[in-house]
């Protein structure tokens, strides 16, 4: 399940608090929690007190035990995902693997990028991201602005709206899965029997279906179409929220200056509140784009991968389990996630040009 | 801003609130073509999200012909209503079931453990990039922010070696570490907003009545933000819980090791009756809607930290 994130607050360090009161409880905490290790460590002294100073140390101790699991669980595989990804290695040869005899050659990434298929994985890949992430953004833009001011049973529209975001994805492409059948599914029942559709549509392995609008005959990529549909559905629920929380904190004067100028609605969206929306808005299309490109479960979980599917993701679990080498798996991994690497700088260098 | 301007602008705004005639307008003042597009936006949002989500309940307990031959009767009849699809789901192979009840046990197993290691691995860490100021501090918010948009299928290849070599393949245990690298970074990120909200004022008068650092973490800092902190454990909950490509990777040799996601997924492979899926769904999803409801307001709050300044 992807994990959300809003990471502001390392250039602000002011609390936000005000949204929430927290609810004060006289309760003592029993039982010593031991306490982590508090190694040395050298620290800048310039002006700050004898209390900065002990926190400083204490805060190094406390932060040691977190960095070093992340170390072992994060950064330790990649680290070795490296070191495979410039070796030829299949399953077999685990038992008699090292890292020091190791062969380091280029073969992989040779092997990756000659290969036709890499570009129309890569590519499929990326139009399904950059899609996903419009879709899952505009339905959240327009959600917001619709739960906006209140209406009767908001609340628990509200909670209707989140459940895709949090029943688990298993759940949600079996259910999805079902729909979609072309032999009891209610979206197959529903076209053959009212929309006029000649026999049932099988979406998630369709690859290709013709369609005539008037003279031109137009080819749509079923299946991509529904994966792409599928991660709007799931993931617009946070889109919802993010803006939701930015909206509430508009100033009201900004809006009101804008009634008495005499905006019209569209006015006042276009020119008043979109810039305000602008940070989450880019901000949420950066973290839906990273998390859609390297999504495995949910296409994998609707399609395996049929009807022109295949994402990088999937052949990176292909190259893995069903053709079992280690080698070309840890290259297109290391490629995929050079390429997030890239993302995410650009996403930085322009977001904090925007902001100064 | 300042405290006194932040309470000057609250005040004002009160104040203006307080005031009748120049309020802003109502959604009721908006022309009736405003209200009906808004409505009817509304409505299909709704049965975007909601509509599979009933069909799921619905299909649940039909019988399996009664789908096949007619799929468009949503509602299920009054005689063919049929709750044993949850029994079959649930119960063991040897009840001729097909063991959702076993697998749901490894999951909560998995996903305890997960939330207790997880906990004891951020919340620390947490409250010391939240308040206190070290060398680095900004870097180490700077890499806990990278691990989190990290691509885990990259760290499955070694994790998928390690773990074969050592043959760990099916250790629930094992499955928890790999866990820890989606949670970790989560809770931490979580945690850090909650514990930023607690006001420093009132850590300072614990520490000028005596408390060291420590003392006013375990003292004032983790009972002010314990519903927060249960919400971020019942979030880990859930990301453990709902978890499915490393319990593919790992787990899929050991049927009897299955966590509920993984298990669910490969009856689907097995082509169970779709009934019988769709009752599967409903149990899965079950614990972790109850779950995020309890926590709601936290959940929401804590997901959406930052928003408000971005």
């Known amino acids: 399940m992807n994990t959300p994130t809003a990471d502001r607050a390392d250039r602000s360090d002011h609390w936000s608090g005000g ?53 072992l669980v994060v950064g330790a595989p990649f680290a070795w995902t490296v070191l495979l990804a410039f070796q030829r290695i299949r399953l077999i040869d685990i038992p008699t693997l090292s890292v020091f005899n190791a062969e380091y050659t280029l073969d992989n990434f040779r092997e990756t990028f000659r290969d036709p298929d890499f570009w129309r994985v890569a590519w499929t890949t990326v139009v399904y991201s950059v899609l996903g992430t419009l879709l899952s953004l505009g339905l959240g833009l ?29 759940a949600a492409t079996t259910t999805w899965r079902a729909l979609l059948n072309p032999q009891f599914g209610f979206i197959n029942a529903v076209g053959t029997r009212f929309l006029g559709w000649d026999r049932p549509i099988p979406f998630l392995s369709t690859h290709r279906q013709e369609v005539e609008l008037g003279p031109v005959t137009v080819g749509i990529p079923v299946a991509l179409l529904i994966v792409i549909l599928f991660e709007a559905w799931r993931s617009f629920p946070l889109a919802f929220l993010f803006i939701t929380a930015r909206l509430a904190a508009v100033p009201a004067e900004l809006e009101e200056a804008a009634v008495v100028d005499g905006a019209s609605a569209w006015q006042r969206f276009r020119l008043v509140l979109l810039p305000q929306l602008a940070g989450v808005l880019a901000l949420l299309a950066f973290l839906r784009f990273v998390w859609t490109f390297q999504n495995f479960n949910d296409v994998y979980l609707l399609t395996g991968g049929a009807g022109g599917t295949d994402i990088l993701p999937i052949t990176v679990y292909q190259d893995l389990v069903v053709r079992n080498d280690i080698g070309t798996a840890s290259a297109l991994g290391l490629v995929m996630a050079s390429f997030l690497l890239l993302c995410t700088i650009g996403y930085l260098r322009l977001t904090r040009r925007s902001y100064s | 801003m300042s405290e006194e301007a932040g309470a000057e602008i609250r005040r004002s705004k009160a104040a203006l609130r307080a005031r009748p005639a120049p309020r802003r307008r109502s959604v009721s003042t908006r022309p009736w073509p405003w209200r009906l597009g808004r409505a009817l936006v509304i409505f299909g949002l709704l049965l975007f999200t909601g509509g599979p989500l009933v069909y799921t309940v619905l299909l649940s307990v039909r019988d399996l012909p009664a789908v096949v031959s007619r799929p468009l009767d949503l509602l299920p009849t009054l005689d063919e209503l049929n709750l044993r699809t949850y029994w079959i789901a649930f119960s063991s192979p040897e009840q001729g079931g097909f063991g959702l009840g076993r697998f749901m046990l490894n999951s909560a197993l998995v996903a305890t453990t997960t939330v207790v290691v997880t906990l004891l691995a951020s919340i620390f860490g947490a409250y010391a990039v939240a308040r206190l100021g070290f060398t680095g501090r900004r870097a180490l918010a700077g890499l806990f922010f990278t691990v989190y948009l990290f691509p885990v299928v990259v760290v499955a290849v070694p994790l998928f070696v390690l773990f074969a070599r050592l043959q760990l393949r099916g250790s629930l245990a094992a499955l928890v570490v790999i866990y820890l690298a989606h949670t970790v970074p989560v809770a931490v990120y979580m945690l850090r907003h909650h514990f930023q909200a607690v006001p420093e004022s009132v ?23 314990a519903p927060a902190i249960a919400a971020t454990a019942l979030y880990v909950f859930v990301i453990a819980w709902n978890e499915y490509l490393f319990a593919l990777l790992f787990l899929v040799d050991r049927r009897d090791r299955w966590t509920v996601s993984l298990g669910l997924a490969q009856l689907t492979a097995e082509v169970a009756p779709v009934t019988i899926l769709m009752a599967g769904s409903v149990i899965l999803s079950v614990p972790v809607v109850v779950l995020f409801a309890l926590a709601e307001r936290y959940l929401v709050s804590g997901l959406t930290a930052g928003a408000e300044k971005g």
């Open chain 1, 142 to 170: 327009v959600a917001a602005f619709a739960f906006r001011r209140p209406f009767p049973g908001r609340a628990v529209a509200r909670a209707v709206l989140l459940a895709p975001y949090v029943i688990p994805v298993v």
């Open chain 1, 19 to 71: 949204d929430e009161p927290i609810p004060i409880r006289h309760s003592t905490v029993t039982g010593a929690m031991s306490q982590p290790p508090q190694p040395d460590t050298r620290q800048r002294r310039r002006g700050r007190g004898p209390l900065a100073r002990r926190d400083a140390l204490i805060g190094t101790g406390l932060v040691v035990p977190t960095i070093v699991v992340i170390l």
């Open chain 2, 203 to 225: 850590e300072e008068a614990a520490m000028i009545d005596g408390c060291g650092r420590l003392g006013v973490v375990l003292r004032v800092v983790f009972p002010l933000t």
